[in-house]
T-cell receptor
């Protein structure tokens, strides 16, 4: 079975500051890892994903995440926060194949002007 | 046009009523899912279907049932709605083929209130 832990249900950053959203996972097999973003009153959309290969993954809107197997982490970062980044972010893990995805409980990002 | 659509977008109902939420997709995906979202709990899987003849319970299936009428349609029913089923419900799809395995595409959600 797999699981996801997102540290911090709410994170506040100043506009222009570094964004760091933390995600740790557990999986009995090499995982596929995802970050999704949910803007107010919308469904989730994929920010980025790690399947195989390069451990530093770049996504949309300037976000990136690094898969660290030794730390079982997949933290999401963005060098400079923008007001439009205010949203809820979900980390998710899947063992791949015919297995379902497990989502974390989400982190709401507030960007302060 | 949206690839994954959900109807209705908002619904208010009373305890004991039967409710059906519908999901349609034009992505040609074989897998479909129903989730509910509650504040602080993230997304929890209710049911999922990996093809038309395959229906599986998720982690919180009690009080819900589903029907996969076609590859493109997956409906969720609450046979007798209760207030703690008040939540935001999402339908999602994914493709079992190569390339984007397990990436899910979400509908806009249905906000259900049970009084």
């Amino acid at each position: 079975a797999q699981s996801v832990t997102q540290l911090g249900s709410h994170v506040s950053v100043s506009e222009g500051a570094l964004v760091l959203l933390r995600c740790n996972y557990s999986s009995s097999v090499p995982p596929y890892l995802f970050w999704y973003v949910q803007y107010p009153n919308q469904g989730l959309q994929l920010l980025l994903k790690y399947t195989t290969g390069a451990t530093l993954v770049k996504g949309i809107n300037g976000f990136e995440a690094e898969f660290k197997k030794s730390e079982t982490s997949f933290h999401l970062t963005k060098p400079s926060a923008h007001m439009s980044d205010a949203a809820e972010y979900f980390c998710a893990v899947s063992p791949g194949g015919y297995q379902k995805v497990t989502f974390g409980t989400g982190t709401k990002l507030q960007v302060i002007p | 046009d949206a690839d994954v659509t959900q109807t209705p977008r908002n619904r208010i109902t009373k305890t004991g009523k039967r409710i059906m939420l519908e999901c349609s997709q034009t992505k040609g995906h074989d897998r479909m899912y129903w989730y509910r979202q509650d504040p602080g709990l993230g997304l929890r899987l209710i049911y999922y279907s990996f093809d038309v003849k395959d229906i599986n319970k998720g982690e919180i299936s009690d009080g819900y049932s589903v029907s996969r009428q076609a590859q493109a349609k997956f409906s969720l029913s609450l046979e007798s709605a209760i207030p703690n089923q008040t939540a935001l419900y999402f339908c999602a799809t994914s493709d079992s083929g190569q390339g984007d395995r397990d990436e899910q595409f979400f509908g806009p959600g249905t906000r259900l209130t049970v009084l």
